[in-house]
C-alpha cells in the first residue's frame, strides 16, 4: 500500500529574559509552524481466528521533508525569523491488534453495509527530522497508545 501524509505542528513558546544592566525584563513570544509531508509506503496484514474474531497487523515508512517558520512577538515589536530549508525526515508507524467482524448476514437488512469491523490496537509512531549540521541535535517526535474504531464496508 501506499500513500500520502501531512503533519502541521504549532508550538507556541512565551520567554521572560531579565538583562541586569537595564534592570528590566524582556518578554516575548515565539510561535513555530511546522510542516511534515511526503510519500509514504507499507504493507498490512489481517489473520482470522475464528467466529469473527481475527488479528491484524500494520507497518509503513515515509520519505518526508520537514519545513518550518519562526515568529516572534515580544516588547519589540514582531520579528519573522523566516523558513528553514526542507530537512530530511523519516516516518515510522506500526500498529498491532484485534477485530472483530459482524458479517453481512447478521445486520440488518435496510442497511447498505456488507460488514462491520470493531479494531482494538496499540500503535507506534515515530517521526524523525535530520538537521544535517554538526552542533545540532536530531529530532524525534513518538506517539504511541491504545487505539480503538471501527471499519464500514459498503
Do not use: C, W
Not at 509506503?41 to 469473527?52: K, N
Amino acid at each position: 500500500m501506499g500513500g500520502y501524509k501531512k503533519v502541521r505542528q504549532r508550538i507556541d513558546t512565551t520567554t521572560a529574559i531579565n538583562d541586569i544592566t537595564l534592570g528590566t525584563t524582556f518578554a516575548f513570544r515565539e510561535t513555530t509552524d511546522i510542516d511534515i509531508e511526503g510519500p509514504t509506503i507499507g504493507i498490512a496484514a489481517s489473520v482470522p481466528i475464528g467466529g469473527g474474531f481475527g488479528m491484524y497487523g500494520s507497518y509503513a515508512h515515509g520519505f518526508m521533508d520537514t519545513k518550518s517558520r519562526s515568529v516572534f512577538r515580544g516588547d519589540f515589536g514582531v520579528f519573522d525569523a523566516g523558513s528553514t530549508p526542507d530537512f530530511d525526515t523519516t516516518y515510522n508507524v506500526a500498529e498491532l491488534g484485534f477485530t472483530y467482524t459482524h458479517g453481512v448476514e447478521r445486520l440488518m437488512p435496510h442497511m447498505p453495509l456488507s460488514a462491520a469491523t470493531a479494531y482494538a490496537g496499540y500503535r507506534y509512531q515515530r517521526i524523525s527530522t535530520d538537521f544535517d549540521q554538526p552542533d545540532t541535535q536530531d529530532a524525534g517526535d513518538v506517539t504511541e497508545g491504545f487505539a480503538v474504531g471501527v471499519n464500514l464496508s459498503f
